[in-house]
């Protein structure tokens, strides 16, 4: 029998990645793997060593990466060696690498930050392999270069985060839970709508084929819908007005530590998506929808900041001060101006720090105080001068107020609202930026400054409070707020470097043109 | 046919909106099944149905003729089906659980997390 002359295999496959490109998909992998190795490791003490010494090496990771990105432009690599646009591929822009770095640190903090907060059953359940879970949904939604890839990543995410949410199977938690869940899965199966009606169109699903196949659509194909059935499916999952309903009413009950994750992480992920999307894959429809995204970030902030100031809760405020920000963000989606765009992606940047902190400092206070409630807390400053003091950065920073990293982008934001012509939507962030400073005052005057309680004399002796941690265990609740307060401060008075991620990133989304390229490798798609 | 299966979309979404707007628990969680049946249907028909014509490559061709049935759908299906029928799983779970605990599934009960007498917030400043 003859054998037939095979192919010219050189022809049909890609060429093999380079070695260094392998470094769009090692974060992914190590935090997978690292969870896998986790969940074997339930029953040891070091653990939690172990998933900090992961998260660690991926802070390492990212940032290579994105010194890499930054130096060379966008890296890919498809998988399979699959000529694009056919095989998923894998891309790292500036955009996506900045935000992988910071949510990578944010992701390490938290698990320093857990060692007190999560008790030893809490541990054994499945919390750090959980967290690592999650941390590779976060990196994978961010790194990735095919739409429905970027879905699977959100359901990895997703099930981390219900997971984390659960753990403790307090009342409150089950009920904070059942909303969180069902709204996000209502919310990702939307998005799956979105893509395959996109794939029905296009029939292809690669982000860097998407723009040009976009541009050459006719007129009438139903394009529109599906940019609206996006800004639904991520505005849910990014907290976004009127879809906010299910962030406060689910992030102050699990643990502190995982509330002060998903305020740093998730809510964020949700306004990549949405600036990749519309502004990257449609921007003719983003143009189009810019009025009513202008009009939904506004309300956004302002609702964010008058909820805020109608709770009594501390961890409610700070879920409140959540959403407030996103409207921020949001701005750069209505705008779509470089300028515009530099803010937004300023402030994600920064209220990823910020968030985090917060919460974390939340939390601190509620430990300390016993409780979170601003009518029975108080003198907490006296006791705890620390606390008081890492509540203090993160809750001007995101109220906006210098020398603190708020300032930078809520200047850029307001400054691009009133040069594009929307001085309304200028008037909007700097009185939600008012409203916001009044719901953190009152808050830090009412759980620390005063003496104590409304009802309690002035004489009374003070209540019983937690015994003060020890060395180790300070040094865990008290270090990463610290660090996020330092870094704030610190983003706040060089804002140089963050203002050049910033700029590069809004570049990388208004031209594709070279993520397009490095996805092709120069050829033709 | 695209036609026909397309109507048959948009009744399964019909329906699992219409369960999703309960307030009972347990028939959002039937709701959210049908939705996921209901995408999944809608991505095998996005990708254009064509019978009995299998995706391969004939011996000595570089590539397959046209009009063979698209593959790729199939795998997006079997990947979403996988991981609906994951997240099913997970809720059916939840639901009992915030039976057990809050001994409801009407979601205007369900106010543990958000109590509905909420004291107001301090008013001084």
């Known amino acids: 029998m003859a054998v037939e002359a095979s192919p010219d295999l050189a022809a049909v496959y890609a060429a093999a990645p380079a070695a260094a490109d392998w470094l769009v998909v090692l974060p992914l992998a190590l935090c997978l793997g690292g969870g896998a190795v986790a969940l074997m490791l339930r029953h040891r003490g070091y653990q939690r060593a172990f998933a900090m010494g992961v998260l660690a090496v991926l802070v390492a990771l990212v940032a290579l990466l994105l010194a890499r990105v930054l130096a060379d432009g966008p890296v890919a690599m498809t998988m399979g060696r699959w000529r694009p646009p056919f095989g998923i591929t894998f891309a790292a822009d500036v955009f996506g690498t900045s935000l992988a770095l910071v949510g990578a640190v944010v992701a390490l903090l938290a698990a320093v930050h857990a060692g007190p907060e999560v008790n030893e059953a809490e541990r054994r359940y499945g919390f750090y392999p959980l967290l690592l879970l999650l941390t590779a949904g976060v990196m994978g939604s961010f790194l990735t270069g095919d739409l429905f890839n970027l879905y699977v990543w959100f359901e990895v995410l997703l099930i981390g985060a219900f997971g984390l949410l659960v753990i403790g199977s307090e009342r409150a938690q089950v009920d904070g839970t059942v909303k969180y869940a069902v709204l996000n899965l209502v919310a990702t199966t939307v998005l799956l709508i979105a893509i395959t009606a996109l794939y029905g169109l296009l029939g292809t699903l690669n982000m860097a084929d998407i723009p040009a196949k976009v541009a050459a659509l006719e007129d009438g194909a139903p394009i529109g819908t599906i940019a609206v059935l996006f800004l639904i499916a991520f505005g849910m999952k990014a907290a976004a007005f009127p879809l906010q309903a299910w962030l406060p009413a689910s992030y102050h009950t699990p643990r502190l530590v995982v509330s002060a994750l998903f305020a740093g992480l998730l809510t964020k992920v949700g306004v990549y998506a949405l600036l990749k999307t519309l502004l990257m894959l449609l921007p003719a429809e983003a143009g189009r929808l810019s009025g009513l995204v202008t009009a939904i970030a506004a309300l956004t902030m302002l609702t964010g900041a008058l909820g805020a100031l109608a709770q009594r809760d501390l961890r409610r405020l700070a879920g409140y001060l959540v959403i407030s920000g996103i409207g921020n963000m949001l701005i750069g989606l209505g705008l779509g101006t470089a300028r515009a765009l530099e803010g937004a992606v300023f402030y994600a940047v920064h209220s990823m720090l910020v968030s985090t902190g917060l919460f974390m400092a939340a939390g601190l206070a509620v430990r300390f105080g016993g409780t979170g409630d601003l009518n029975r807390l108080g003198g907490l400053y006296a006791r705890r001068p620390l606390v008081a003091a890492l509540f203090l950065v993160p809750a001007f920073a995101i109220a906006g107020l210098p020398p603190l990293s708020g300032f930078w982008p809520k200047l850029i934001l307001t400054d691009a609202a009133i040069a594009s012509g929307h001085g309304w939507l200028a008037a909007a962030v700097l009185i939600a930026g008012l409203l916001s400073t009044l719901a953190v005052g009152r808050a830090w005057l009412y759980a620390f400054w005063r003496n104590g309680a409304e009802d309690a004399p002035d004489d009374a002796p003070p209540r019983t409070l937690p015994e003060p941690p020890a060395r180790r265990a300070a040094l865990a609740l008290y270090g990463p707020t610290a660090v996020l307060a330092a870094a704030t401060l610190l983003i706040g008075l060089v804002p140089g470097p963050v203002f050049t991620l910033a700029s590069g990133a809004a570049a990388g989304l208004l031209d594709p043109q070279p993520y397009v390229e490095a996805v092709f490798g120069g050829g033709t798609p | ?125």
Do not use: K
């Open chain 2, 1 to 125: 046919m695209e036609t026909a299966l397309a109507g048959a979309v948009a009744l399964l979404f019909a329906a699992s909106i219409y369960l999703m707007l309960s307030r009972h628990l347990v028939r959002v969680l039937i709701g959210i099944a049908i939705l996921g049946n209901g995408v999944n249907l809608f991505i095998f028909t996005v990708g254009r149905l064509t019978r009995e014509v299998p995706p391969f490559v004939a011996a000595g061709a570089e590539a397959a003729a046209p009009g063979i049935a698209n593959p790729l759908p199939q795998a997006l299906v079997l990947t979403a089906i996988v991981i609906s029928f994951a997240f099913l799983a997970f809720l059916l779970v939840l639901g009992f659980r915030a039976h057990q605990e809050l001994g409801t599934d009407d979601t205007l009960d369900m106010r543990i997390a958000e109590p509905a007498a909420d004291a107001a917030p301090p008013r001084g400043y």
